[in-house]
């Protein structure tokens, strides 16, 4: 058996227009999963539903949710089960930046952060795992950041969601074990993304050349760690955060 074979398999990645989240949505669709996407934009969210659903000839279905809001992220839920009819993988990928060093730091890019990253995740896995629960299956994998678990001068508020989805992720596998839910994390270093291109070239060349493996991430990087995450190969897995980084923090 192909051990990643999706067929049959109803995915929710959320984030998913654009970047890593969009890599992920048209890897799992690659390999036979039907894909409920969302972003705050709901055109650009169409565009690559579309574009995916193009490629892969698999259902794609774009919402236009804000993960940080509770109510948003129920309805999102609701109504990919409506479409699907189940949800057996959740990928919380949906995040944001606001850096700053401490000192200037307003306390709107704190709660927006923190709101996005870290609460984005609370609200929707906590819709989902109702569902999961009742189906006693379930495989969620959570995007962190390689600065949530070694710190970064300017992002004190993205280290702190990046740091608490871990923690977070070892409670939830613990809670949710029993049910054949694992919960598990992916920590990326540098990815070439819209995130990443707001960077200077100066600020780029550094960290490429800090980079062991001699070259930034690809989002398909990430969505490879993901995909395994979500296959039976890491049946056995729960509660690891795995550094996707090409040895940056070695
Ligand atoms: N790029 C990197 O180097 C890197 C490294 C480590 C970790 N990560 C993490 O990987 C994830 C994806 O990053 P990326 O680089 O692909 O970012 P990106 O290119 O900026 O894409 C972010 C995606 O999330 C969506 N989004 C943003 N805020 C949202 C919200 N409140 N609710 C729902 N969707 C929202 C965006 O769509 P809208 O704008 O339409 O909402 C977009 O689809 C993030 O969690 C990020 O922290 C990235």
């Known amino acids: 058996m192909n051990p990643i074979n999706f067929e049959n398999k109803v ?96 306390e709107e890019a704190w709660d927006q952060v923190i709101n996005v990253n870290l609460k984005g995740v609370f609200n929707v896995t906590k819709a989902t795992i109702q569902h999961m629960m009742k189906a006693r299956y379930g495989r969620i994998v959570t995007i962190s950041s390689i600065v949530g678990i070694h710190g970064n001068a300017g992002q004190t508020n993205y280290a702190a969601a990046k740091a608490g989805i871990i923690g977070f992720t070892k409670s939830l596998a613990k809670e949710l074990a029993s049910r054949n839910i694992n919960a598990n994390v992916v920590a990326p270093g540098y990815v070439d993304t819209d995130m990443t291109a707001v960077l200077k070239e100066e600020a780029r060349n550094a960290m490429l050349n800090a980079i062991p493996l001699k070259r930034t991430a690809t989002p398909q990087d990430i969505a490879n760690a993901t995909a395994f995450f979500l296959s039976p190969m890491a049946d056995y897995i729960t509660g690891q955060t795995l550094e996707v980084d090409g040895g940056l923090s070695l």
Not at 29 to 46: E, F, H, K, S
Not at 53 to 70: L, S
Not at 71 to 80: C, E, F, G, R
């Open 11 to 106: 995915a929710l990645v959320t984030g998913a227009s654009r970047g890593i989240g969009k890599a992920i949505a048209t890897t799992l669709a690659t390999y036979g999963a039907q894909v409920a996407i969302c972003a705050t934009n709901l055109d650009t969210a169409r565009e690559t539903a579309a574009q995916i659903e193009n490629e892969t000839q698999r259902k794609v279905v774009p919402f236009q949710t804000n993960v940080a809001d509770f109510n948003q992220a129920q309805d999102l839920v609701k109504n990919t089960i409506e479409q699907f009819g189940k949800i057996d993988f959740l990928v919380n990928n949906a995040g944001i930046t606001r850096d700053g060093l401490i000192l200037k730091m307003t």
